[in-house]
């Protein structure tokens, strides 16, 4: 590196109030200036008129005008400065090229809810247009480089991880504390307390402490609620406590102050990019209870309590088995100043450095820690009826294939003799029951092992790809809000007369990994590969008078699901072949009916619209009536067709019964 001025830095951060993204940006450049000093080096800080110096050794500043705030970086620091710039802060000039920015996570697309309109809405059109356009993207964590990913159309193996550090924590003093002390008794039988530091936006999910305030009153142990809300955020209104202090927005030394005194910091959020605090509290011996969401356990590894946001007895019960164990606490503060060694502003400022010499420059990434809470309990259901050789073949191909390995298999179906030779296969069970695919999947979730935590359902000929159930089970764990998911079929043998299993394992085996999209939300899990969260399951169930036509009693499921709360989404990353096998398939009668039936049942429940209905029903009989002349040797157009009108029939009579189609009695010869 040279000594002349070689990169521009976005310096809006100094103008804004100190979050946890501009604590990042003002750690990394104070570093990248001891960096660029030692290599007598040196760089360019761009700020708006009027912005104090913060004077660095080989960081010059430079005053562009005119104009402040979102107008000066998009237009004034875009047309003044020509060479390569570095934004830190997640947003950048969209009109510049030349330029690495970091965008620390995807929050305002997973949780929206915790945003201000104003700022989502400009943040959703800003950044995607950032992050075709910048020479390179970074970020904090794994966790947040595949869910920036899956919103912003790029591949999460381009983004450089550059990490928050922990070394500014340790230069706070505590002595130095203003209103900490008189927020804690000081005196020399203090209560012990929880401290949380996190604004009172949704995803934070401070409520959870106020919930369970009373159960820790009862073990003597105060909550302490540090944090401010910056106006980005739309804010929780929390309930109160008598044991329950929240104290806003406080200074590094009174952070410092009730670290080094505080049972423990808990940190509930259901989604974040990093989790700064995490380490500020490891770093000054603090213990941690954490989350077990997004990039939580990857920052955390071994070295805290981990526990769901979604389960406050679970936090309960990790604060009580951490206030009844000293030995524990001594264990988790000697775990976590061991584990913030991994996190330091000089590697990340060199990361930083390195990319603007050469913004295509390969980055290391560190190995996310293994850890119990990183393998969810998955249970993966077959329904089956009368194909023991094709359901024996693809569960046969499931269990010796995926790379992340169920924790149980469920074989549904009629009769044992169903399930082919699967009964003595381990790892297998096979239950029998009632017929219909709604039912047999039911009797499947009513079996389901108390402690599943994701349940997946193949068609009994469809062929996954090795990380079907690992591409599952890093969405439910990094996005915390989504409750139903599918992936992508690249072939589908029941638009044809089928394929064989040999060629959809083929397929599998040898298609292109890398696909022309990554993320489709909202989408309709498709039934012959879908997952669900177990836990936002609950009593729900598929819809039993739904007796036929495979892919609309997922559609309801799902809609209902949705609508406890939650979302729905598609990804390319979970792959697979549907073989469509015709052998025991449904004659064209039953299937008509059920085209038409079905929908307009489903109107009525509510989980189609109206727009959803039609053009469902018209594209079917459409099809239906064109190709009726002259049938796929595959398909019974004519007997569809003959269902469709008897349908009609029925719904303009007011006849609304789906599971009258399992009773009609196919003709022949036609």
Known sequence: MNAGANFGINGRFLTQPVTGVQRYARNVVEAMDRSLATARASAELLVPAGTADPHYAAISRRELGPLNGHAWEQLTLAMRWPDRLLSLCNTGPVAKADQIVCIHDANVFTAPESYGRAFRTFYGLLQPQLARRAARVATVSNASARQIARYLSLDSADIAVLPNGHEHALAWDPSLAELAPSVIEDGSHPRRFVLAIGSRARHKNMQLLVDIAPDLAAMGIDVVIAGGDAGIFAPETLKSAPNVTVIGRISDHDLAYLMD?????????????????????????????????????EICGDAALMASPAEPAAWIRQVRTLAESAQLRDDMVGRGRERVRLFSWDTTANGYISLMQDPRRSMARRAEPASPLAEPRIAAVVATLGRPEVVSRTVRHLLATQALKPSTVIVSC???????????????????????????????????????????????DFVADADWLAAAARTFHDEPTVVGFTGHVLADGIKGPGIAFDEAARIVATADPKSDWTWIEP????????????SSIGDLRFDGRLVLYGWLEDRDFAAALARKGGRLVKCADARGVHMGVKGGRVRGERLGYSQVANPVYMLRKGTMSIPQVADHI??????????????????????????????LADVLRGRIEPERAARLQPKTGT
């Not at 509930?268 to 990039?295: H, Q």
């Not at 009513?446 to 009994?460: E, H, S």
């Not at 009536?625 to 009108?645: H, M, Q, T, Y």
């Open 261 to 297: 005194r505080a049972l423990c910091l808990a940190f509930p959020s259901w989604t974040e990019g990093f989790g700064l605090p995490i380490v500020e509290a490891m770093a000054r011996g603090c213990a941690v209870i954490s989350s077990d969401r997004a990039s939580m356990p």
């Open 523 to 534: 989408y309709s899990p498709y039934g012959c590969n879908m997952a669900f969260r177990a």
């Open 618 to 647: 018209f594209r079917n009989l459409a099809s239906n009536v064109a190709k009726a002349p002259w049938p796929e040797p595959f398909i019974d157009r004519r007997g569809r067709l003959r269902g469709n009108v008897l349908a």
């Open 414 to 460: 009629a009769d044992v003799s169903d399930a082919g030779d699967l009964a003595d296969l381990a790892g297998v069970t096979i239950l029998t029951g009632p017929t219909g695919l709604p039912r047999q999947r039911n009797t499947a979730l009513d079996a389901l092992p108390a402690d599943t935590d994701i349940v997946a359902f193949f068609d009994d």
